[in-house]
C-alpha cells in the first residue's frame, strides 16, 4: 500500500517536502503571531477580525517563503518563477480564502469555549494551519511543480 503511493515520488523529495514544510510551518506561524499581535494592538476592539486581516498579511509573506523553499529545496525546478508562483498561489488560495474566513468565528467560539481568550486567536491560527499543511503538499506535487515525465 504505501510502497504503491511512494514510487512515484522521487528519493529524498518526500524527506525535503517535510524538511522545508517545518520550516514553513515554524516561519508562517510566527508570521502569523506576529502579524496578530500588530493587528490586534492597532484595532483592540475587535480582535476577531483582526486577526483574519492578519492572517490574510502573513499568508502573503508566508506564501512566498514557501514557494522559494519548495522551488529550490524540494523540487528543485529551473526557471518559470513567475508560472510556478501563480500556480503555488494558487495551491494556497482555496485554503487562504477558507481560512481568512473561518477564524474570526472560530476565534470568537475559541474566546468563550477554552479558558485562554487571549489566545484563542493564535489556536484559530493553528487549528486552521493543520488544514493547509495537509492539502499543500499534494496540490505543489501535483499544480505548482509539476514536471512532465522524462
Known amino acids: 500500500m504505501i510502497d504503491s503511493l511512494t ?14 514544510g517545518v520550516w514553513n510551518t515554524v516561519f508562517g506561524y510566527c508570521s502569523f503571531m506576529l502579524f496578530t499581535w500588530f493587528f490586534i494592538r492597532l484595532y483592540p476592539a475587535n480582535p476577531a477580525t483582526m486577526t483574519s486581516v492578519a492572517y490574510v498579511f502573513s499568508a502573503f509573506v508566508n506564501i512566498t517563503v514557501s514557494f522559494l ?27 487562504l480564502a477558507i481560512s481568512a474566513v ?3 468565528p472560530l476565534t470568537v467560539l475559541l ?8 489566545e484563542a486567536p493564535y489556536i484559530a491560527g ?7 499543511v495537509v492539502l499543500s503538499f499534494l496540490g505543489h506535487r501535483h499544480i505548482s511543480f509539476r514536471q512532465k515525465p522524462t
Request: overall charge positive; glycine content about 6%; charged content about 15%.
Open 126 to 132: 493553528a487549528v486552521l494551519m493543520v488544514i493547509t
Open 69 to 95: 523553499g519548495y522551488k529550490w529545496f524540494v523540487f528543485r525546478t529551473k526557471g518559470n518563477y513567475l508560472r510556478e508562483y501563480s500556480r503555488s498561489f494558487s495551491v494556497y488560495l482555496p485554503t
Open 7 to 20: 514510487r512515484h515520488i522521487p528519493p529524498g523529495q518526500f524527506l525535503r517536502y517535510i524538511t522545508v
Open 102 to 104: 473561518a477564524i474570526a
Open 111 to 118: 474566546r468563550h469555549a477554552t479558558p485562554f481568550p487571549r
